[in-house]
């Protein structure tokens, strides 16, 4: 039986949407790797906070930009990330991390960095890659073979993150969300976008095993040339 053949998806959204739980899933069940960019602009962020980095001087974050070495493991059962050889999979989700991740994250520098890391690891992926983040199929990989963008209310959205964050306030959360939203969207280099060929799937409705298996149907029948 030969194999299938190798496909690169992209897999676009706002927070909370269930972008990371689908995209896992379906690169475990298909046989794919799995790339979580968010990881690696939160990983960045990381090292910026951790080295004293001025977050408020785009500058100064740019001219630091090409300083720490950033490794993504690409296996959806246990992705990994490490900074300069240190372990940050826990560090990086802090909320001191995701509060600052927006500002670091717009900076262009960074941008260019992190997105020729991510062409290179898509590249070298033989079986293909499932790639998650908020402008895989717009900027990082225009020429995917299939793009999806995943939305979902802010309500829905602001109660599954508060429920993977722990006690947190729902409402809280859902501001922080639509905040974030507003200045991944509204960026100037590279921002949240839905690709004009990218298959817009609404998650508010669907539990998490009906999105991954959207998903997956999309996936096969992508590779079967529908």
Same mark, same amino acid.
Request: charged share 25%; net charge negative; proline share 5%.
């Given at each position: 039986?030969?194999?299938?053949?190798?496909?690169?998806?992209?897999?676009?959204?706002?927070?909370?949407?269930?972008?990371?739980?689908?995209?896992?899933?379906?690169?475990?069940?298909? #046989?794919?790797s799995?790339?979580?960019?968010?990881? /690696?602009?939160?990983?960045?962020?990381?090292w910026?906070?951790?080295? #004293?980095?001025?977050?408020?001087?785009?500058?100064?974050?740019?001219?630091?930009?090409?300083?720490?070495e950033?490794?993504?493991?690409?296996?959806?059962?246990?992705?990994?990330?490490?900074?300069?050889?240190?372990?940050?999979?826990g560090?990086?989700?802090?909320?001191?991390?995701t509060?600052?991740?927006?500002?670091?994250?717009?900076?262009?520098?960074?941008?260019?960095?992190?997105?020729?890391? /991510?062409?290179?690891?898509?590249?070298?992926a033989?079986?293909?890659?499932?790639v998650?983040?908020?402008?895989? #199929?717009?900027?990082?990989?225009?020429?995917?073979?299939?793009?999806?963008?995943?939305?979902? %209310?802010?309500?829905?959205?602001?109660?599954?993150? %508060?429920?993977?964050?722990?006690?947190?306030?729902?409402h809280?959360?859902?501001?922080?969300?639509?905040?974030?939203d507003?200045?991944?969207?509204?960026?100037?280099?590279?921002p949240?976008?839905?690709? #004009?060929?990218?298959?817009?799937?609404?998650?508010?409705?669907?539990?998490?095993? /009906?999105v991954?298996?959207?998903?997956?149907?999309?996936?096969?029948?992508?590779?079967?040339?529908?």
């Amino acid at each position: 039986m030969e194999s299938p053949t190798p496909v690169i998806v992209a897999i676009d959204g706002p927070s909370g949407t269930g972008k990371s739980s689908t995209s896992k899933a379906v690169a475990a069940q298909l #046989g794919l790797s799995y790339l979580d960019t968010g990881a /690696q602009y939160r990983a960045i962020t990381w090292w910026m906070v951790s080295n #004293g980095i001025d977050i408020d001087d785009p500058a100064e974050i740019a001219a630091a930009a090409g300083k720490p070495e950033i490794v993504s493991g690409t296996d959806p059962q246990g992705p990994t990330i490490t900074v300069d050889g240190v372990d940050v999979a826990g560090p990086i989700r802090t909320q001191e991390v995701t509060s600052k991740v927006s500002a670091v994250s717009a900076v262009s520098e960074v941008r260019a960095r992190i997105t020729e890391l /991510q062409r290179s690891i898509a590249a070298s992926a033989e079986q293909g890659i499932v790639v998650e983040g908020r402008d895989i #199929g717009t900027t990082v990989l225009p020429d995917a073979d299939l793009k999806i963008f995943l939305t979902a %209310s802010p309500e829905a959205r602001a109660a599954r993150r %508060s429920g993977e964050l722990k006690g947190s306030d729902v409402h809280t959360t859902r501001e922080a969300l639509i905040k974030r939203d507003a200045a991944d969207s509204s960026r100037k280099t590279s921002p949240l976008a839905k690709a #004009g060929d990218a298959v817009e799937v609404d998650t508010t409705e669907l539990t998490l095993a /009906q999105v991954i298996e959207c998903v997956v149907t999309l996936v096969e029948e992508k590779r079967a040339g529908k």
